[in-house]
């Protein structure tokens, strides 16, 4: 078996340096075109080709995942998901030297990001968060060819390969254990709807109140950010009869609603129970510690990257379902006011 | 001026398809070595060269920055510089269709990322953050020909280009503004001092106290997160003589310190006055509002782009100096205690 042609091979059938066969091969300004010329015959007549270079210089493969973000950066500042996720995606292909190609972009910019990273192929593959109602992306990435993998429920994935990890039992657990603490008017603060995890949130809010025979609280949108969160808050506790429990969609919302309820003299969890979703690292030191939900965001994007690999080498691959989030009970929730 | 050869150009030469041209350049499987030879034949005749095709195919350029970060993904997570960085780096970038490869990584293993980039040309420069002291990687950048840009005082950069934006201004501002309300004692809970940024925040508290003629509170480590502010709050709060005012490295260590002095007993700002570093998104909705410093990070996002951007272009570029950070007050701080 003949060795592959490199570099040095080139240079010395070119007559020229390995840096000038470098700068040639590359596309470097500097480089005459006749020069430029006489490289890549060279290399032609060797047989040298990009890949037997180090693995990222080969056009076959970019060495990188895809992760695109349409949020405000504001959003994901406060969001303690994306951090761990990324640290998980980056454990797994970080060890090969792969990165995480991430780009933020807005929702209507979305698909001409996702149509340059298929055209100039840099990246393998791309995982696909905050999936939206009707989301154009699934349906996109099979037309641009560009392997995917949804992080959420299989259903919201329209075939794609899926990795799950369910809130529903984190939230009916919350929800239970304020009912057993004789909470009855149980309000919730949702997040955006059109997010695929915000509306289930909300609906498994719905259902285990419906389940357990309780009438559904005032429902109001927070937008997963502090500033809304306060505004809900404030709605709320202004109410000719305020809710004695409110469930956040995220920590954000939580956070803000309790100082909310602070400035307005309302007791936590005295006379207001306050749960939150995320676990969010700060969430501990608020006063009260927030309870909240722990999902395991960073084994969710170890979880991911592996589905992606295999996706990648096999065309498809089975669906991922991980250990649902677990309800993380704090101080910030107590017996229902009597009255 | 002769019109630049094609794919269509290249196949026509070859006698071979487009398709063809397109795997053989790109050393996909499938193709016959011969095809390809003969391929990379017609290309070296025709002069095409790969960055004829879309820019982000070509070998001379990668179309994405590199942003490697030895952080903890807890401590990222965070932290709002970076996803503000972040979206300011990406509204110069991603509108020419080029992304941000991320790196989460450790201080041990950084060299070997960035090494990687490199020899694989993934990324066509790199910001540099989290600047350390006898920091490596600008003789680093240097020896691997890597296009860099320094987030950072010009003095950490070893001759590299650097992007600053000042500190100071805004903790002198804070300090000024305490002793004018009566406070003698004033504490200061430093970040990991490795951190050029950390020391900076600390000199600045030192100099400032030292021009006011007070003495230097004490000052315990915080390690910029809730867990470290937390423990030196308590530690600073059960003193003999406690300050009655603490200064914090950053929003995160400032956040929990709010919450231990409120798990003490110590009210807010009328027995300890509070600041924080970062105007982080949920500082004004902690009770109370915590008063801050807000630096452009989106703006200092945006400028070590360009920087990077005309680095690449021209081998250097000149400093730049961006509005320094500006305190924010908030009702965290007031008079201090009699007494």
Redo the contacts between chains.
Sequence with gaps: MARKPTIADVAQHAGVSRATVSFA????PGIA?ET??RV??A???L?W???HQ???????KA??F?LVLARE??Q???D?F???F??GV?AVI?QR?D???????TPE?EQ??YE??A????VDGVLLTDLRRDDPRPPLMRELGLPAVVVGQPEWGGGLTAVSLDDEPAYADAIRRLTDLGHRRIAHVEGPQELRHAHRRRTAWEQTLRALGLPEGPVLPGGFS?EG??RATRELLTLPEPPTAIVYGND?AA??G???A??LGVRVPDQLSVVGYDD???T????P?LASARADA?GWGEAAARALDAVIALGTAAHVELPPAQFVPRASIGPAPRG
Tied chains: 1, 2.
């Excluded at 180090?54 to 076959?60: E, I, M, N």
């Design positions: 091969l590359n596309d470097r075109e430029k010329a890549l015959a290399a032609a007549h047989g080709t990009p890949s180090a693995r990222g210089l080969s056009l076959g060495g990188a895809g950066a504001e994901i500042g406060a303690p994306f951090p761990a990324i640290a980056e970080g030297g990165g995480l190609m991430v780009h933020l972009t910019q001409g990001v340059r990273l055209a100039r192929r840099q502090p969160g306060a954000l956070m803000a309790l100082s909310v602070q400035e969010a690292p700060l501990r030191y608020s006063y510690p960073r």
